[in-house]
């Protein structure tokens, strides 16, 4: 596995290696081994979710207030996203920094953002399978969103023309 790091400490792109031939292709999406091993600690996952959204839904920004903040590692096996991580820890070097990358059921790439940041994507194929293991169960009581288009942040959405399509929730989500 390739690991990148990014601009936001502890956000990192994972690559699998990809075994292909004529017939296809095969690739380990999960080995906790090699998981925790890059990210330097053992992670516990206690959920799968998964999503299907078309062209132009952008979903986020989402977080988890403590005490019930999920870490998330997030891929794509269907399509193409923009998938976006901010960085809203308190006294941390990058707050308020978000970091983008594209992720895809051709680049096979993952996305894991650590506990603490906020988390979004913007659909950019026809439609995408979104899949993500989380270390919390979501808890209503904790759920929290920012505002997609906001200008402290200024996070440059690769719409390309298109309409962001939102949620009523997102659409109405509080600036950063």
């Not at 193409?80 to 006294?91: K, L, M």
């Not at 009581?141 to 505002?147: K, L, P």
């Amino acid at each position: 596995m390739k690991v990148t790091t990014t601009a936001i400490e502890g956000v990192l792109i994972l690559e699998p290696k990809v075994f292909g031939d004529e017939r296809g292709f095969f690739l380990e999406s999960f080995n906790q081994k090699a998981f925790d091993d890059a990210v330097g600690r053992h992670i516990d996952f206690v959920q799968d979710n998964q999503s299907r959204s078309a062209r132009g839904v952008l979903r986020g920004l989402h977080f988890q207030k403590p005490p019930h903040e999920q870490g998330k590692l997030v891929r794509v096996t269907h399509g193409s996203v923009f998938d976006v991580a901010v960085d809203i820890r308190p006294g941390s070097a990058t707050y308020g920094r978000w970091v983008g990358v594209e992720l895809s059921a051709s680049n096979h790439r993952q996305l894991w953002i650590p506990p603490g940041l906020a988390h979004g994507f913007l659909v950019t194929s026809d439609s995408a399978d979104f899949l993500y293991k989380t270390t919390g169960y979501y808890a209503p009581s904790s759920e929290g969103a920012i505002r997609w288009n906001d200008p402290t942040l200024g996070i440059d959405w690769p719409l390309d023309g298109v309409d962001a399509v939102l949620s009523p929730k997102d659409a109405v989500a509080p600036l950063f």
